[in-house]
């Protein structure tokens, strides 16, 4: 079974504190994302990766970076952390390429509240 | 833009009742996904619809994808307590791994 681990369940920040949110999974998968999900508003795409050290904004990049140095982790980075960034962060990863299908798989999500 | 709506966004039904959730998207798409999110916990895929026509069915819920009217359907039949979650579908219209939610539907499903 893929399993992608999220590092933290919950987390409490203040605001302007940098925030690292970690994802690790374990199988090869070259694609790797990271979405927010807010009451009514569904998933949004922040930021998803296709390769080691690529990365492309998705809808809401504003507020975060990534990084991804090794291909089973990518991490989230909210710079400055702020009170609208109180939400759940949801990473998935998939295989690259049409045979895969593109299925993601998630993670458990990380409730991040900013205070 | 692309758009993905579900209907309804919220289902309250009673056990035994069939009922169907909608998916219309905006513009082509020959991948349709399901995905079922329980409260507190993270998304699981439930069925990859991938032509036009297709239909997979597990226990109670099948789900079908008619890709010349940008619709797909997820059938509950004889619905149960434990189907009760949020149903999202996605679509992947330019096959570039990206993949657009729609808001998802919160079913509860009374015993």
């Known amino acids: 079974d893929v399993k992608v681990t999220q590092s933290s369940r919950y987390l409490v920040k203040r605001t302007g504190e940098k925030v690292f949110l970690e994802c690790v999974q374990d199988?090869?998968?070259?694609?790797m994302f990271w979405y927010r999900q807010d009451p009514g508003l569904g998933l949004r795409l922040i930021y998803f990766s296709y390769d080691v050290k690529m990365k492309e904004k998705g809808d809401i990049p504003e507020g975060y970076s990534v990084s991804r140095e090794k291909k089973e982790r990518f991490s989230l980075i909210l710079e400055s952390a702020s009170t609208n960034q109180t939400s759940m962060y949801l990473c998935?990863?998939?295989?690259?390429?049409?045979?895969?299908?593109?299925?993601?798989?998630f993670g458990a999500g990380t409730r991040l509240s900013v205070l | 833009e692309l758009k993905v709506e579900q209907n309804p966004l919220f289902l309250s039904m009673q056990e035994g009742k069939n009922y169907t959730i909608y998916c219309n998207y905006s513009?082509?798409?020959?991948?349709l996904y399901w995905y079922r999110q329980d409260p507190g916990k993270s998304l699981e895929s439930l069925f990859v619809l991938l032509s036009n026509g297709a239909v997979k069915q597990e226990g109670r819920l099948m789900a079908s994808l008619d890709t010349k009217a940008r619709l797909s359907t997820l059938h509950i039949t004889a619905a149960v307590h434990d189907l009760s979650a949020t149903y999202f579908c996605a679509v992947d219209p330019s096959l570039d791994d990206k993949i657009i939610f729609g808001k998802g539907t919160r079913l509860h499903i009374l015993p």
């Open positions: 998935a990863s998939s295989l690259l390429g049409v045979r895969a299908k593109n299925i993601q798989y």
């Open positions: 199988m090869d998968h070259e694609n």
């Open positions: 513009t082509t798409s020959d991948r």
